[in-house]
């Protein structure tokens, strides 16, 4: 081994022996390849939009049904103390933590986790489309909820046309 290798996870390691998809694509002057931006840029928008969902699961675990009532939702006293509707909300707020746990792991090795966040991506807009199932049966939401939607049913297919093409140059 030569003293220019790195650690990796089983500890020192030879860089022709270090896994391609772990390298980074640095040119002679010191930058990053458009491809390697085009990466790095996509990691860090998953690294830092996970604790948003952190914080969205945290919110329902904390307050059930009264997380939806801080969106707007016209929630009477009465459903605010229904346990159904508290138990589930709670379980759908946690659950909602999966995203923010699968960003992070998604972000970690990108080739390697791009099936799980195509997947993720896709169930994310298919939420935002229930939004609008939701719109025609039962009326229009406060803006809250609405600006929620746009983020869901716009940001998905942008970050999967991301992707697309950061994985194509990489």
């Not at 040119?27 to 840029?41: D, H, I, K, V």
């Not at 080739?111 to 939004?131: E, M, P, T």
């Not at 719109?135 to 939607?149: K, W």
């Amino acid at each position: 081994m030569r003293a220019t290798g790195s650690f990796g996870q089983a500890g020192f390691v030879d860089e022709d022996d270090y896994p391609t998809q772990h390298r980074r694509e640095q040119l002679p002057n010191g930058f990053y390849s458009g491809a390697e931006m085009t990466m790095r840029a996509l990691t860090f928008l998953l690294r830092t939009s996970a604790p948003i969902f952190f914080l969205v699961g945290a919110l329902h675990l904390a307050y059930g049904v009264g997380a939806d009532a801080l969106l707007g939702a016209k929630v009477s006293a009465e459903t605010l103390l229904d346990p159904a509707l508290n138990s589930q909300n709670r379980f759908y707020g946690v659950a909602f933590t999966v995203y923010g746990v699968l960003l992070l792991v998604c972000a970690g090795d990108m080739k390697k986790y791009q099936s799980v966040l195509r997947a993720l991506l896709w169930v994310f807009l298919a939420a935002g489309i229930a939004r609008i199932l939701s719109i025609a049966t039962h009326g229009i939401p406060p803006r809250a909820i609405l600006a929620l939607m746009g983020s869901e049913l716009l940001l998905p297919p942008m970050i999967l046309l991301w992707l697309r093409r950061a994985v194509a140059q990489n």
